[in-house]
């Protein structure tokens, strides 16, 4: 029995990096297609790194990074990356601005565009100030819409996981 016990805190303690990352479905429900407001969307998230942006769309659209003066142009001869096929998942790796457009004619100047703002997570150092000199924005506030649920808004992700782990243990450790 203790082995079994002893399994499942390692099982629990291995998924546990798994509970930290977020995915954002760009766009909510509506996805990344035309007419959506993805100024609006995207300042109700908080996005950190280990998150991931899932992009969901038809035939008629695709994904692409771009640098910030591309995103203010609408330019699309110089994509950072390209991805098409209708799902695309991105992993937010680092704190930074990212920015992404729909490369289809028309699209991006009719608000099919979003640009988010990677935050350090509490498991992350971050990264250094860049030395163009201008501060980056700051992150948006989360909402009680915002995907952390009750741990965003009660707790750090910390406190949760310890007290995940203990509240596992203690039980664990009565069944033995």
């Known amino acids: 029995m203790a082995t079994m ?3 499942l805190l390692l099982l629990l303690l291995l998924l546990a990096p798994a509970v930290y990352a977020v995915d954002h479905t760009v766009g909510g429900n509506s996805n990344w297609d035309q007419n959506v407001d993805y100024d609006t969307w995207a ?20 994904v692409d990074e771009v640098s910030k003066s591309s995103y203010d142009s609408c330019a699309t001869s110089n994509p950072i990356d ?37 935050v350090a997570n509490s498991s992350t150092t971050p990264s250094p100030p860049s030395s163009s000199g201008s ?12 995907p952390n ?22 039980m664990f450790a009565l069944v033995v």
């Open 82 to 118: 390209s991805h098409s096929g209708g799902s695309t998942t991105i992993a937010l790796t680092a704190v930074g601005t990212r920015y992404f457009l729909c490369p289809a004619a028309g699209h991006c100047g009719q608000g099919m565009k979003v640009a988010v703002t990677v």
């Open 149 to 170: 649920g009750v741990a965003g808004k009660f707790c750090s992700m910390n406190h949760l996981m310890v007290g995940l782990v203990l509240g596992f243990g203690t």
């Open 5 to 7: 016990t002893a399994a």
């Open 43 to 62: 300042a109700g998230q908080t996005f950190s790194v280990g998150d991931n942006l899932v992009f969901t769309y038809t035939t008629l659209h695709s």
């Open 135 to 146: 501060p980056s924005p700051p992150p948006p506030p989360a909402t009680a819409s915002s």
